[in-house]
């Protein structure tokens, strides 16, 4: 059955525990809304009035979302399930911020590697073949994340995933880092994505097809290096789930 905006958000805030309120809540909304006025940004009244008049969306829903670890197609569909291992106070790996030394200057940003356990099909780990190494973290100011990456789902769906396999040279080689939105979900356009198939992952540009005899899509996979073919796969695979897009990758060169 799906829940109601409002039902998802007192959920969430019950699963954060005693002491966790509305209050606290806006805060962490309006930390994803630093590029609007002050003013504007979310307040214990907005979260207060989204409780009691059961809005069916808001304004910042897509901060919303971020604050509770979520995406806004999850809220507007009414499917969010928080659970203890979900909030937004999770410890690294999770993405956060970092105070910097000088108290008027806003925090960095802190974006981790992906985590590769849980939620796959058998094995419990997403197997990323021939991955030569991790990279953990990266730690950037915010003017850096909004120049670089100006549109994104939320801050806390960014994730590095280090390059791995032979497949997309020379759009980047293994051991390249690749900045990965998690908040999406689902191939509405053309892009290089990551996705498992099983408990394998892939990051390969996809393209929507259209059937040879009927009204639907299907995803054309493909590789930048011509040594491997292109291979065709249905979005409605039980096996296969896209983890994110990859939003921008840094393409290495040895000297």
């Not at 059961?54 to 809220?75: I, N, P, W």
């Not at 930048?224 to 990758?249: M, W």
Request: hydrophobic residues 35%; aromatic residues 10%; proline residues 8%.
């Amino acid at each position: 059955m799906k829940k109601s905006l409002a039902d998802q958000v007192r959920a969430f805030i019950e699963a954060k525990g005693e002491g966790y309120s509305p209050a606290k809540l806006a805060e962490a909304v309006a930390k994803f809304q630093r590029d609007l006025p002050e003013g504007e940004r979310c307040k214990r009244q907005n979260i207060e009035q989204l409780l009691e008049k059961e809005f069916r969306t808001v304004r910042y829903l897509t901060a919303l979302a971020a604050a509770m670890g979520s995406t806004a197609e999850a809220l507007a569909a009414g499917s969010f399930k928080p659970d203890k291992g979900s909030v937004i106070d999770s410890p690294a790996p999770a993405p956060h911020e970092a105070p910097v030394s000088s108290i008027d200057s806003p925090p960095d940003m802190v974006i981790t590697q992906y985590d590769a356990g849980g939620g796959m099909d058998t094995t419990g780990r997403l197997l990323l073949d021939d991955q030569p190494g991790i990279i953990r973290s990266w730690r950037v100011s915010q003017e850096w994340l909004n120049r670089n990456v100006p549109t994104h789902t939320g801050f806390r769906n960014l994730c590095i995933v280090t390059g791995f396999g032979h497949s997309m040279r020379p759009m980047y080689n293994p051991g390249d880092p690749l900045l990965v939105d998690t908040g999406v979900k689902v191939v509405d356009q053309e892009g290089v994505f990551f996705f498992r198939v099983g408990d394998e992952g892939f990051i390969k540009l996809v393209q929507r097809v259209p059937e040879f005899n009927g009204p639907g899509f299907i995803l054309r996979i493909i590789s930048k290096n011509p040594d491997f073919p292109p291979y065709d796969i249905s979005p409605h695979n039980p096996h296969f789930e896209v983890l994110g897009k990859v939003l921008t990758v840094w393409r290495s060169e040895q000297y």
